[in-house]
């Protein structure tokens, strides 16, 4: 099988044996028989496999073209475990842009424990050159980012890292593996929340780990076990039926996304878009040469500042005021006091006119009228 969405089908859901059920069954169970004193046939316990989990670690590590893939309980949980693998003493470079859930996690758990974090235009070759250091160990890359959609090259950065014999890791959650692979441009590590667009409905919390490492995911494998921030059966079971349908959804998000940006661009409201399939957008062209489509996430500033941003937020109609993204509803959130107020006061703190979209599969027609009325 070589087709995307073919895979995205049938790797971890062939036809049960002894059934022929086309989808793989949720394996509630937390123990195993054994044949024998320490022969399980399948594991010993619920926590450190389930046959629900493995297939949906076999899809997604095939998708992102990846030989190894473990699954957590939450995205967080997936950068907890790939962040245990540093040591007090040792130093982060991460994009001045990023994920504030990523940025509380080092800085607020992982800097008491020692780690030390440098935040950075990724943009800037320059400015990621001075940052490295001796103890650098990890290059930590969104692209597309949270919320501003920045754009870098995850090619050139590698390169960049490698030199200094530091793990290149990309947040593929915007992107997904239908738009982009890291892996096959050079990162060494692939994290997912797989809350968003793998899951799809807005109905299931998880996250994912990728890589061709065979001792990092090793050592994964063993924080998974040993920690137990492990997806349940039906968390899992509600992922691989999600991914089944990334591609068909993906096409449609981006799509719609595509629309409302342009539209955004040429309203005498808005201030700014961000959106890297715009031309004027700064990344775009990085973009282009590096994803198949540029997804469905806008962010836009308007001319009025913080008080109108706030009302847009609070009219929308089909867009529900809420965090989170990826799903096949249309959100719309002021990300300054929602999903990024752990950056406040730091490097990373957004404007308080900043609306980040999370674009739905709605027909799109409906939600430029949404918009349109919000905005005037």
């Given at each position: 099988?070589?087709?995307?969405?073919t895979?995205?089908?049938?790797?971890?859901s062939?036809?049960?044996?002894?059934?022929?059920?086309?989808?793989?069954?949720?394996?509630?169970?937390s123990?195993?028989a054994?044949d024998?004193?320490?022969?399980?046939?399948?594991?010993?316990?619920?926590?450190?496999?389930?046959?629900?989990?493995?297939?949906l670690?076999?899809?997604?590590?095939?998708?992102?073209?990846?030989q190894?893939?473990?699954?957590?309980?939450?995205?967080?949980?997936?950068?907890?475990?790939?962040?245990?693998?540093?040591?007090?003493?040792e130093?982060?470079?991460?994009?001045?842009?990023?994920?504030g859930?990523?940025?509380?996690?080092?800085?607020?758990?992982?800097?008491d424990?020692?780690?030390s974090v440098?935040?950075?235009?990724?943009?800037?070759?320059?400015?990621?050159?001075?940052?490295?250091?001796?103890?650098?160990?990890?290059?930590?890359?969104?692209?597309?980012?949270?919320?501003?959609?920045?754009?870098?090259?995850?090619?050139?950065?590698?390169?960049?890292?490698?030199?200094h014999?530091?793990?290149?890791?990309?947040?593929?959650?915007?992107a997904?593996?239908?738009l982009?692979?890291?892996?096959?441009?050079?990162?060494?590590?692939?994290?997912?929340?797989?809350?968003?667009?793998?899951?799809g409905?807005?109905?299931?919390?998880?996250?994912?780990?990728?890589?061709?490492?065979?001792?990092?995911?090793?050592?994964?494998?063993?924080?998974?076990?040993?920690?137990?921030?492990?997806?349940?059966?039906?968390?899992?079971?509600?992922?691989?039926?999600?991914?089944?349908?990334?591609?068909?959804?993906?096409?449609?998000?981006?799509?719609?996304?595509?629309?409302?940006?342009?539209?955004?661009?040429?309203?005498p409201?808005?201030?700014?878009?961000?959106?890297?399939?715009?031309?004027?957008?700064?990344?775009?062209?990085?973009?282009k040469?590096?994803?198949?489509?540029?997804?469905?996430?806008?962010?836009?500033?308007?001319?009025?500042?913080?008080?109108?941003?706030?009302?847009?937020?609070?009219?929308?109609q089909?867009?529900?005021?809420?965090?989170?993204?990826?799903?096949?509803?249309?959100l719309?959130?002021?990300?300054?006091?929602?999903?990024?107020?752990?950056?406040?006061?730091?490097?990373?703190?957004l404007?308080?006119?900043?609306v980040?979209l999370?674009?739905?599969?709605?027909?799109?027609?409906?939600?430029?009228?949404?918009l349109?009325?919000?905005?005037?």
């Amino acid at each position: 099988m070589s087709g995307f969405n073919t895979r995205a089908i049938h790797v971890g859901s062939e036809p049960d044996a002894s059934t022929g059920a086309v989808n793989p069954p949720v394996y509630l169970t937390s123990t195993y028989a054994q044949d024998g004193v320490g022969v399980p046939r399948f594991s010993d316990y619920g926590r450190v496999d389930n046959p629900t989990r493995a297939a949906l670690e076999h899809c997604l590590a095939d998708l992102e073209n990846a030989q190894f893939g473990v699954a957590f309980a939450s995205g967080l949980a997936g950068e907890d475990a790939l962040l245990r693998t540093l040591s007090p003493g040792e130093h982060v470079i991460l994009g001045n842009d990023a994920y504030g859930g990523t940025y509380r996690l080092l800085t607020r758990i992982f800097g008491d424990w020692g780690v030390s974090v440098t935040c950075v235009d990724l943009s800037n070759l320059d400015e990621v050159r001075s940052a490295i250091r001796p103890s650098t160990r990890m290059l930590w890359i969104e692209t597309p980012s949270n919320p501003l959609l920045n754009v870098s090259s995850i090619r050139v950065l590698s390169e960049v890292a490698h030199l200094h014999e530091a793990r290149v890791v990309v947040d593929n959650t915007f992107a997904t593996p239908y738009l982009q692979r890291p892996l096959d441009l050079g990162a060494d590590v692939v994290v997912h929340s797989t809350t968003k667009y793998i899951g799809g409905h807005s109905d299931v919390i998880g996250g994912f780990v990728a890589t061709n490492d065979d001792e990092l995911a090793a050592t994964l494998k063993f924080h998974q076990y040993a920690i137990g921030a492990v997806p349940g059966p039906l968390d899992c079971y509600l992922l691989v039926r999600g991914v089944k349908t990334l591609g068909v959804r993906m096409e449609r998000h981006c799509a719609n996304a595509r629309a409302i940006a342009e539209f955004l661009a040429t309203h005498p409201a808005v201030e700014r878009v961000y959106y890297p399939g715009l031309k004027s957008h700064p990344g775009h062209d990085v973009a282009k040469e590096q994803m198949s489509d540029f997804g469905g996430m806008v962010s836009f500033t308007l001319r009025g500042g913080t008080g109108d941003a706030r009302k847009v937020c609070e009219s929308t109609q089909i867009f529900t005021l809420a965090e989170s993204l990826g799903g096949v509803e249309s959100l719309i959130e002021l990300p300054a006091v929602m999903t990024h107020a752990s950056t406040t006061g730091s490097l990373l703190e957004l404007p308080d006119s900043l609306v980040r979209l999370s674009v739905g599969i709605e027909d799109v027609e409906d939600l430029l009228d949404d918009l349109n009325a919000a905005l005037n």
